[in-house]
């Protein structure tokens, strides 16, 4: 019997060498103003009633060029570095804060007592803007100058009348009874224009992101939720939000250098209701959730979701802040909406074509050229239409500026809890 062979010697393992890090993943850093936040002299300020002066995109380019739009720009990225690695539970109680702040706290108070003062209509279970929002806005326009003396600050009857149109026009638009990132923007300019006239120090800019903008989210909630107001210039699912931008903005600089909260935490119901009351991104998440209860995150904001599997918080900080100069401070669809006035002033030649655009309504009726000098040719793309509201305004694309009718989230969950209406389960494959 022949005796088996010992096997031979296994080749020698060859293993693959190890990973070596990736150079890129250094750690974010916040972004800075590009300037300080200078204050004029209240003998050069000249108040008028703001008004709308973005009509073309030339116009647009001469704002971002402006001086304007640097202190904008500078006031957000102030807000957004004041609140770096603080938790709402960090801002001062109301008894403590400073007394501008407290005059402003008690502004959004007056305005919440408006809300609850003038309900939504009954409108035959209309899923669309209530008509209950007009008595308010109403309301608010006719209290909107006593509401500011009784702040206390001593402001000129000028003055109140700027402050009024901003802080007007942050709670939606009442013709198409609407509200989004433009509104929001509107209530920035409000504080602007405070901070603008003396009135908020820069001391008192971390009570901003932590305890007035978040007073502010939580009105503008509860005046969706009763007035059903469209999301204006909604993008769908493909949107960051219906609404709201900045919370995100604000939110992710609290979470910027957290120890373990990692930007995937979104998606873990637990740390949702644990932490929600300290964070604002975590808290918009929450909120998010409970009104679209049909669908998870994945489905209903697909955006969200590809943010959540950013490596840091940084990461998605400086990211938002990109986003939010692109899509809303970079687009005329939304900045054709922005009010110049005495205080936040507009730049020499902005609105300059106004009546160069009403001539081109007369190209192709007379020819080949119209009366503004232009051919058809040279103002393809460029279609002048009237809003709801009769205010001139350009199409750069699709009509997402007139504030097309969408049905609100808020009053689809209302109406599904009516009817029953379950939500979805996880799918097999999800």
């Known amino acids: 019997m022949v005796e088996p062979h010992p096997p031979a010697s296994a080749p020698p393992l060859k293993l693959p060498e190890p990973r070596k890090p990736r150079q890129d993943r250094t750690p974010a850093i916040p972004p800075k103003p590009t300037g300080p936040l200078t204050v004029p002299e209240k003998s050069t300020l000249s108040f008028t009633t703001p008004i709308r002066r973005i009509v073309t995109p030339a116009d647009l380019e001469l704002f971002h060029a402006s001086s304007t739009y640097s202190l904008l720009l500078n006031f957000v990225l102030s807000l957004n570095g004041a609140c770096i ?146 999301p204006a210039g909604s993008h769908g699912v493909w949107g960051l939000d219906d609404y709201q931008f900045l919370p995100f903005v604000f939110g992710s600089s609290q979470l910027f250098h957290h120890p373990y909260l990692r930007p995937i935490s979104i998606h873990n119901a637990d740390i949702l209701e644990e932490l929600s009351s300290e964070y604002i991104y975590l808290d918009c ?41 692109k899509e809303v401070v970079g687009k005329l669809p939304v900045m054709q909406h922005f009010l110049f006035g005495g205080i936040l002033s507009a730049v020499e030649g902005m609105g300059k074509e106004e009546e160069e655009m009403r001539e081109l309504e007369r190209v192709g009726e007379e020819g080949e050229t119209g009366a503004a000098g232009k051919t058809a040719e040279e103002v393809k793309g460029l279609m002048e239409k009237l809003d709801r509201e009769g205010m001139r305004h350009v199409h750069s694309s699709w009509g997402e500026c007139c504030g097309i009718k969408v049905p609100t989230a808020i009053a689809a969950r209302e109406a599904g809890e009516k009817g029953g209406l379950r939500s979805i389960g996880r799918l097999p494959f999800d």
């Not at 502010?216 to 059903?228: A, G, K, S």
């Not at 679209?292 to 990461?315: C, E, F, Q, V």
């Open 85 to 230: 690695d603080k938790s709402l539970k960090s801002s001062l109680k109301y008894e403590d804060e400073a007394p501008v702040v407290k005059a402003i706290l008690d502004v959004l108070k007056a305005v919440e007592k408006l809300v609850k003062e003038n309900p939504r209509v009954d409108n035959g279970g209309s899923r669309f803007g209530n008509q209950g929002f007009r008595d308010f806005y109403d309301a608010l326009e006719k209290n909107s100058h006593s509401i500011h003396q009784s702040m206390n600050l001593n402001l000129e009857d000028g003055a109140i009348t700027e402050l009024s149109t901003y802080l007007l026009e942050s709670f939606g638009n009442r013709t198409r009874i609407d509200y989004g990132s433009g509104h929001e923007l509107n209530f920035i300019c409000w504080l602007l224009c405070l901070h603008q006239l003396s009135h908020l120090p820069e001391t008192s800019l971390p009570s901003i992101p932590l305890h007035i903008f978040p007073t502010y989210l939580t009105i503008m909630r509860h005046i969706q939720q009763e007035y059903y107001l469209e």
């Open 285 to 325: 998440i929450r909120f998010i959730n409970s009104i679209k209860t049909t669908a998870n995150l994945r489905w209903h904001s697909p955006m969200l979701d590809d943010i959540s599997s950013a490596k840091s918080w940084g990461k998605v900080n400086v990211g938002m802040v990109k986003m939010w100069e």
